[in-house]
């Protein structure tokens, strides 16, 4: 046995604000959305991180004999 449920928002005057139906459509329309900035923020922290400053490489410095 299925039971169907409806959920209906109605403001003070008595006026239908919303439905289940029309809830339902922007909570799938919020969940898409928070996927996709989910991945774009994923695939940013999987990009390289550029350093602004080139790194050049150091040679070791030439040790000096003793005395």
Known sequence: MALTQTVTIINNSGKIISTGKQLAGI?????????????AIKADRELPEESPLQTVPVEPPIP???R
């Open 27 to 39: 909570f799938k329309e919020a969940k898409a959305s928070y996927q996709e900035k989910k991945a």
């Open 64 to 66: 000096r004999p003793r």
